[in-house]
């Protein structure tokens, strides 16, 4: 939530056109240490996140909202993420995006509560934080009112396909380049 606190999104939260919220698994781990994540089964490299704690933290989401959620697991794995996917999950009430960490999600808490599988990109990080932030700015700035005017949102996403052509600032002339006509 810190990390959508500036600029357009501070303001689009102000305005109460977003609202942003995180939910810790560690919060309803059974554990007395808390511990939310085990080695896998089969063996290999690092930790998994254990059903349970995660399972039971999208539950109290649901149950606090009334409803079942639209809930995006982020992973390389998925869809990769595109404006058009950022235009119709803002039009979604409410919406949970999952977050990775460690080596991933026990198999089996994905099958129950994930609908969509997205990846930022064909890459991999370390974590599902970075790419968790970047649907939450694309979407945002698609719920109506949150950029400016809403002609710039409308005109990014149907003008071709994002890019806009070169554009200049005062002044006119800079390092003996004028401005095009
Ligand atoms: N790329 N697009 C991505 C990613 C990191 C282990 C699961 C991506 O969406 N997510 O690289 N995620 C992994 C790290 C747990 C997430």
Known sequence: DNACSFSIMQRAKNDNLIQVNSVNPRD???DKHKKV???????GAGMLMQAQPVYDAHKAVCEERGKKIRTVYVTPQGTVFNQQMAVELANEEDLIILCGHYEGIDERVLEEVVTDYVSIGDY??????????????AISRM??????????????TFHND????????????????????
Do not use: C
């Not at 809403?150 to 005109?155: F, G, P």
């Not at 890019?163 to 004028?178: A, C, D, F, G, I």
């Open 28 to 30: 309803f781990s059974k």
């Open 37 to 43: 994540d085990d080695t896998p089964y089969g063996g």
């Open 124 to 137: 991999v990080l370390t974590g599902g934080e970075l790419p968790v932030m970047v649907m939450i700015d």
């Open 143 to 156: 719920v109506p009112g949150v950029l400016n005017n809403d002609v710039s949102a409308e005109t990014e």
């Open 162 to 181: 994002l890019l806009e052509y070169p554009q200049y600032t005062r002044p006119e002339v800079w390092h003996e380049k004028s401005v095009p006509e």
